[in-house]
């Protein structure tokens, strides 16, 4: 992942807004659609995507739904209740921390 | 273009060979690479192997940090186990293990007594360990080993416990009481996570 301590924090966020978008979504789609969104700045690598993705399933905030394509299986996210509510209040920490940052490295524009 | 069955199964031997033993996670990288290996051919136009090759030479060290999930082991299964423990149906089972427990140490003494319950407690689990294994002997899969490994953390704990606390009624009582609502929940809790694994997973048990 591009700058990836400054990204690391978010990694949960990103997953969980894009899943709030898409309804549902599997694992490769999710590197491809930030990859898509970013104009190729920000790649999710496999090895922080898989790890994140369970993490929320694991704590109830994503649920799964295994299907056959093409001659194999699926993994398929989606938010669960929890995982919709908590969304919510993610992005609007996210938002409070962007704009925060922005009073701090540009102090001009917050004006 | 889309990949062949054999092409399938040539992924899933290269990522078992890789020591991706468990199925649960390795269906997904095996989705993950196909799907990659599948884009890469078309873009590129290039054969299977070829694309799988170059592919694999780019990403191979990060697909495989996926085999070796961040954290303990065990930590977000014992949370959940924790959590599980405290429902109020748990503690009505706790308040019966105790009495009984109780009742029994009262009227047998404590060694005649701890000697059944340990037999108890030891068949229990061989049982319970060898439904386990038959379980997962053609398949592997990460999320019920993980919940397994749960039990084998909670004997560590006691074992050395134990010689200490039958000196006494009281300690005798409140250790096995405790000791049997534990392995009790810790049965129910299995029995839940795997029952509900399964349903959601059926295509992983075929």
């Known amino acids: 992942m591009k700058n990836s301590q400054l990204y690391k924090g978010s990694l949960n966020t990103i997953i969980m807004k894009l899943l709030e978008e898409q309804g549902r979504m599997y694992g490769y789609e999710i590197t491809q659609k930030v990859k898509g969104i970013t104009k190729g700045e920000l790649n999710i690598t496999e090895g922080a995507l898989y790890p994140a993705l369970h993490k929320l399933e694991a704590e109830g905030l994503l649920d799964v739904e295994i299907e056959k394509v093409d001659n194999r299986l699926r993994k398929y996210y989606k938010l669960t209740e929890k995982g919709a509510t908590e969304t919510v209040n993610r992005l609007a920490e996210l938002e409070e921390f962007i704009k925060n940052m922005q009073t701090i490295v540009n102090p001009k524009l917050s004006y | ?206």
């Open chain 2, 1 to 206: 273009m889309k990949l062949t069955a054999e092409n399938i199964q040539f992924i899933d031997n290269y990522l078992k060979n890789s020591e991706v033993i468990y199925y649960d996670i390795r269906m997904e990288m095996l989705d993950h690479v196909a799907t990659a290996v599948e884009q890469k051919m078309e873009a590129e136009n290039l054969d299977f192997y070829d694309a799988f090759k170059s592919y694999m030479v780019t990403n191979k060290k990060e697909i495989l940090k996926g085999n070796k999930e961040e954290g303990l082991y065990f930590k977000e299964p014992l949370k959940k186990f924790v959590l599980f423990s405290i429902q109020p149906i748990q503690i009505l089972l706790a308040i019966g293990i105790f009495s009984i427990v109780y009742f029994f140490s009262n009227i047998y003494g404590l060694n005649v007594y701890s000697n059944y319950l340990y037999l108890f407690i030891i068949i229990t689990y061989l049982i319970f360990g060898i439904s386990h294994f038959l379980l997962t002997k053609r398949k592997k899969f990460y999320y019920i080993d993980r919940n397994f490994s749960i039990i084998f953390l909670l004997f560590q704990i006691a074992n050395p416990l134990h010689r200490n606390a039958n000196e006494n009624l009281v300690t005798f009582v409140v250790f096995n009481s405790s000791i049997l609502f534990v392995f009790f929940a810790f049965l129910r809790f299995y029995y839940l996570e795997m029952k509900s694994f399964k349903q959601k997973n059926r295509f992983l048990f075929q």
